[in-house]
């Protein structure tokens, strides 16, 4: 059934179900209004201006015209807005119409129904793309690596976060070269595996992939990734992949830019609607730490056969050895920190009631 929705600044008409799935005549997920608000964030909080965008997979045009609604003047110069559904791209332009006084003039708008591949490979390249596919990102990978500008940035989803997380071994090693974590770390090394796939593609093409902000949320995978063109930057960059905890092989290196999360962080507190703040904090606190991995304190008090205690408590103890200690957007039960496993289990014993 169509509705009119409200997201962001703006109102668009979207299927809705009660089950989200990609059967919807034009996929519209609202659990996903945490993805398109931190892409605005984002790129209002980087400094590049003109920018050739391209929206690959575009569904009802919802973040396209979110995009131009909410971005100022002069941060996109052009938008590719496309979908392979013609049904899709009907509803995008009745969604631009309706929308046509908060999209102004503000840049020139391409509406497309082009397969994402074809697309990409026919056109000349652009400074933003944003591949947001149903399930693995996989088979837009490579074009979209290629028609990356040299400093672009390159936006990816997963939501085949089964495969990666641990559910699928087989599936996740045919996908992403690598064996997952089933356990408490399963999303953060789901993550890791597939920043390192997304490497590995672009290193092909001497194209170095750092990841400037990344994260795990509900049913998908996101991260946001700088481009340089190097060979030497993307041999850096290769050296940072190894295994973790009898898992991966991933990227071990930082998940966010600091500087840029506080700059999103800051331009997420002047917003004028509803936004998961406390998600975005949680990245931006666990982030300063630059630990790989966290403990999962429910985990260690059943191995220990403990009861759980207050996390106020067990941070106040961290503090007091002056560890580095942090929550964690991947679990409620998560606590990042650089203390070691026995200390910590030692802190438990003396916190957990008798
Ligand atoms: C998850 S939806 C996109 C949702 C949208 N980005 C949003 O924020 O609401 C994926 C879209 O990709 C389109 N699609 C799938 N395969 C495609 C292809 N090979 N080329 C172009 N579009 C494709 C589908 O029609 C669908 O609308």
Known sequence: MLQKIKEGTITITAPVEEKVSKELPVFYNPAMKFNRDSSILLLKAIENKDMMVCDLLAGTGIRSIRFLAELPKGKIESITINDNSEEAVKLTKKNMAANRKLIGKKAKIKVTTKDASMLLLESTGFDYIDIDPFGTPNPFLDAAIRRLARDGILAVTATDTSSLAGTYPLVCQRRYWAAPDPGSLKHESGLRILIRKVQLVAAQYEK????????????????FFKCEKSKSKSDEILKLHGRFNNAGPMWLGPLCDQELVEKMYSLATQLKYDFDG????????????????????????????????????IFAELEKRRCKAARTHFSEYGIRSDIQEVVLVRILKSLAKP
């Open 208 to 223: 170095s992939l750092t990841p400037i902000f990344s994260y795990a949320k509900e049913h998908y995978m996101r991260v």
């Open 278 to 313: 406390r998600f975005l904090q949680l990245i931006r606190d666990e982030n300063k730490l630059n630990i790989v991995g966290f403990y999962d304190i429910h985990d260690l008090c059943n191995k220990n056969t403990l009861q759980v205690p207050a996390f106020d408590g």
